[in-house]
Each structure stands twice: as C-alpha cells, then as structure tokens.
C-alpha cells in the first residue's frame, strides 16, 4: 500500500504564539504532495520537515482569513528563486484573485512559472480536484466569511494478482491487466480459471478530511462520513462553547461529536486558541466522546490507514 500520510506544519490559531504556526498541512498520496492552508511560516517549516518544494504542485486555501494564507505570497516567491518552471495550482474562494494577482504583479514580476488559479464555490460540496488516483472535494463551513474544508479521497484500485497462481498457470505478462480488470484465464486444456481466484482483493480506499474554521453544525457529519482521518478545528475548551458560537468556532467535545456521528477512523484536533499552553484539556474533553483523539502538532506526520 503507498504511503498516505498528513503532514502538520502549523496547528495555532489567529494570534501568533511561540507554541504553534498558523494554519498549514501537506497531504501526501501515492508520491504526490497537496498543501491546505499556508499561514506564516508555511514555508519554513516545509524547510525544517525535509518536505521538497519541487513536489508540491497544489495548494488549498480554506479561507481568506491571514492565518490561513498570509503565508502563500512568500512561499510563491521563494518558488521562484528556487528556479521552479511548473505551474503552481491555487483553489480557494473567487475573492483571493484579484488580492493575489496584485501582489503577483508587486513582488514576483519575473516569475519563469505559471500561477494558476481556480474558483472554488465553498457554499457547495463538488469535487475540485481529481487525477487518476484521487478526487478532492469541497465541504462546505459555517464560518464568519466563505469557508470550506477539503476531502481527499483515493480511488479504488485493481485487485492484486497472486504471483503463485500466475507462475503455477503460466500466465504471459501481456495478460495480468485483463485479470486485474476481471477476465478469466482459459487454459491449455480449455479450462477456465476465474479472476477471482488469480488475485487477492484490492485495498480499501482511504480518505482524509480537513475541517478548517467552523463552528458546530450536526450536518456536516454527512459530507464527512466513514471517513478514516478527520481533522477537525477546536479553538476552545467547553467553558467556552458560548464564545465558539459567536465567533463561528468550534469547541473540542464538539470536534468529537461530529467524529462520533460521522463514525471516522480517528480524530486529529487543530487549531488552538492562543489562551492555552497546553492542550492537554482540549484532548480529555474530546476522548470522553470520541477515544481515537490525537493532537496536532508541528512535524507531526499521521499516517491515514
């Protein structure tokens, strides 16, 4: 199975701290680099974590809200003096064009590389990205402006051909895609030997959701559903769920609520309030309702599974 994993680069909120970085991951699947969000610092941290520039060809903005893309000018700068020819990919809200082809235009006028923006609708769930391995989704939030999370998720693959029954029927190479595909083999002696028997199941897909800024809404455990990793913002403690509320925050029982009604995999908490030094609270309260919780942290890698 290749490697699926999530990448934490920053996991604080607004406030700059000296405990967290704003808001920023990379998503690795089967070789291919995605980031979501790029705070400040994005960039420096992509440099303390050994994760290659060059790789990282797609970038997802949840909100135009500066901890979640203050960052991205920068980054797309030092692309550029690091000689970057391929074009860079940017989703995010309509609003950001206009604010990021000016600053294009002040700070990176010789730029040997294409920015290239698209439109993402964050009031609708569709698919925004897809290749042939995987499809990338929006998911709508209810946030204080625009905003929507990001689902990605493998496409299923082929079965696995046994080699022990393709060595043991002699099956020639140019024949493995079709058993892949389902076609049975006929024998020498007109014997026909199922697909089903020359190949094991194929994996299961895997899925990874990011829920960046949103305060609780009991929907949105349905465009998050069965998935296997669900990062899920918990600005606050539930002392402050009134304050979550007003600010279109969540708190981390809520994170867990939608966790549990969403039957997800495991739970990765993000996006702490600069009023705690320790997130271990926000960690208890969520594990009474949702236990396979985990905190995000800087160099943190998850693997999706």
Same mark, same amino acid.
């Given at each position: 199975?290749?490697?699926?994993?999530?990448?934490?680069?920053?996991?604080?909120?607004?406030? /700059?701290?000296?405990?967290?970085?704003?808001?920023?991951?990379? &998503?690795?699947?089967?070789?291919? @680099? %995605?980031?979501?969000?790029? $705070?400040?610092?994005?960039?420096?941290?992509?440099?303390?974590? =050994?994760?290659?520039?060059?790789?990282? #060809?797609? &970038?997802?903005?949840?909100?135009?809200?500066?901890?979640?893309?203050?960052?991205?000018? $920068?980054?797309?700068?030092?692309?550029?003096?690091?000689?970057?020819?391929?074009? @860079?990919?940017?989703?995010?809200?309509?609003?950001?064009?206009? !604010?990021?082809?000016?600053?294009?235009?002040? %700070?990176?006028?010789?730029?040997?590389?294409?920015? &290239?923006?698209?439109?993402?609708?964050?009031?609708?769930?569709?698919?925004?990205?897809?290749?042939?391995?995987?499809? !990338?989704?929006?998911? /709508?939030?209810?946030?204080?402006?625009?905003?929507?999370? %990001?689902?990605?998720?493998?496409? /299923?693959?082929?079965?696995?051909?046994?080699?022990?029954?393709?060595?043991?029927?002699?099956?020639?190479?140019?024949?493995?895609?079709?058993?892949?595909?389902?076609?049975?083999?006929?024998?020498?002696?007109?014997?026909?030997?199922?697909?089903? =028997?020359?190949?094991?199941?194929?994996?299961?897909?895997?899925?990874?959701?990011?829920?960046?800024?949103?305060?609780?809404?009991?929907?949105?455990?349905?465009?998050?559903?069965?998935? #296997?990793?669900?990062?899920?913002?918990?600005?606050?403690?539930?002392?402050?769920?009134?304050?979550?509320?007003?600010?279109?925050?969540?708190?981390?029982?809520?994170?867990?609520?939608?966790?549990?009604?969403?039957? !997800?995999?495991?739970?990765?908490?993000?996006?702490?309030?600069?009023?705690?030094? #320790?997130?271990? @609270?926000? @960690?208890?309260?969520?594990?009474?309702?949702?236990? #396979?919780?985990?905190?995000?942290?800087?160099?943190?890698?998850?693997? !999706?599974?």
């Amino acid at each position: 199975m290749q490697a699926f994993n999530v990448h934490v680069l920053g996991c604080g909120s607004a406030k /700059p701290t000296t405990l967290h970085y704003p808001s920023s991951q990379v &998503v690795e699947i089967r070789g291919k @680099l %995605f980031m979501v969000d790029c $705070g400040e610092g994005t960039q420096t941290q992509l440099s303390r974590m =050994r994760i290659s520039f060059s790789n990282l #060809n797609h &970038v997802f903005i949840s909100h135009l809200h500066g901890d979640h893309c203050f960052g991205l000018i $920068g980054m797309i700068s030092s692309f550029g003096i690091l000689g970057r020819v391929h074009p @860079l990919h940017i989703y995010a809200d309509r609003l950001l064009e206009p !604010v990021l082809k000016a600053q294009l235009e002040l %700070f990176c006028t010789n730029l040997e590389y294409d920015v &290239v923006f698209h439109a993402v609708d964050t009031s609708k769930c569709q698919v925004i990205y897809q290749d042939r391995s995987l499809t !990338v989704t929006s998911i /709508p939030l209810e946030h204080r402006v625009p905003c929507c999370g %990001f689902l990605f998720r493998e496409k /299923p693959t082929l079965p696995h051909i046994r080699r022990d029954m393709i060595d043991f029927y002699k099956i020639p190479f140019s024949q493995i895609n079709n058993i892949k595909m389902g076609q049975s083999w006929i024998t020498d002696d007109g014997v026909e030997v199922p697909a089903s =028997r020359l190949t094991l199941p194929a994996d299961a897909p895997r899925s990874y959701a990011y829920c960046s800024d949103t305060r609780y809404f009991p929907q949105l455990a349905e465009y998050v559903r069965d998935v #296997n990793l669900l990062y899920h913002e918990s600005t606050y403690a539930e002392d402050k769920v009134e304050g979550a509320a007003k600010y279109y925050h969540s708190t981390a029982m809520q994170a867990a609520t939608i966790a549990r009604n969403a039957n !997800v995999g495991q739970l990765m908490l993000g996006h702490y309030s600069a009023r705690y030094n #320790n997130e271990e @609270l926000l @960690l208890e309260e969520a594990r009474t309702i949702f236990k #396979n919780t985990i905190l995000a942290n800087e160099k943190l890698v998850v693997s !999706v599974k």
